[in-house]
């Protein structure tokens, strides 16, 4: 990013939180929806055409109430596996990782979230995206899933609220823990007052039902079905989502494996990652 965009951002972002934190004292529940606009709505990651590689696979639209949920399928003669990507992000992000699990013969499964890739809608957030990815299960049946980033998150919240007898696996690449740490950063972002801050919080309580301070992957995974094998890898130096959530998981849940790499990032892009995706979900554990 260019010196100028980094300038223009800025005064954008901060100048959002002081009309957010000024509107506050006119209407406080008006300035916490549009707080939950801007937090909710992905600037990148639609598609306007197909990528090359998507047209590989036999794509199909699924429906949740008046969404289209965008699915693509690579047949093979093992194990279904679902692909669950993250924020601003779609379903092409998993092109490595699908030529990895095709040389293995996996029926693979992919999904473009709300208003990401051909899928349509403006908000996203992991409880729409729970409800995506419900559908497709009940469609496909998979019997792993591997979610990264906020798709990760999701996963383990979508897992605990229904309870898929059908999933065996569950594999997260670099996913957030806590849902107050990344509110916080969007809270010191925009620079959002104490009090704008509680009532946006109150926003997620009134849309969803949710107590946002155990709206945690720690606290999904307490709820999950104890046959289900669940893996996490993370990067040492993620910058986006740090590699103290996956500490954070592990502390609560010691028996979880966990593979830690170097230097590769939030996205985790790597033909070694790549292998020890398929050596979990072959081996339950991951290769030293």
Known sequence: ???????????????????????????????????????????????????TFLTSSAMKKLTWKDHIIQTYEWNGTKETILLIHGWESNANRWKGVIETLRKHNYCIIALDAPGQGLSNGKEFNAIYYSEFIHEVCQHFQPDYLVGHSLGGMTMF??????????????????????????TDDYKRLV??????????????????????????????????????????????????????????????????????????????????????????????SFKL
């Open 1 to 51: 990013m260019s010196i100028w965009k980094k300038i223009k951002y800025k005064l954008l972002t901060k100048g959002f939180g002081a009309y957010i934190n000024s509107m506050h004292f006119v209407n406080a529940r008006f300035a916490a929806q549009i707080a939950y606009t801007l937090f909710s709505t992905p600037r990148h990651g639609f598609l306007k055409s197909i990528p």
């Open 157 to 182: 919240y979508y897992l605990s609220k229904y309870q898929p007898a059908h999933v065996k696996k569950a594999l997260s690449l670099g996913a957030p823990n806590r849902f107050l740490r990344i």
């Open 191 to 284: 620079s959002m007052r104490e009090a704008s801050y509680r009532e946006f919080l109150k926003e997620f309580t009134q849309r969803f039902d949710i107590n946002p301070t155990t709206f945690n992957t720690e606290d999904f995974i307490d709820q999950l079905l104890k046959e289900l094998i669940i893996g996490l890898i993370h990067d040492e130096k993620d910058k986006v989502v740090p590699y103290e959530d996956a500490l954070e998981i592990k502390a609560r849940h010691p028996h979880l494996p966990l593979h830690t790499t170097y230097n590769l990032g939030h996205s985790l892009y790597h033909t070694s990652v790549n292998k020890q995706i398929v050596h979990f979900l072959e081996n339950n």
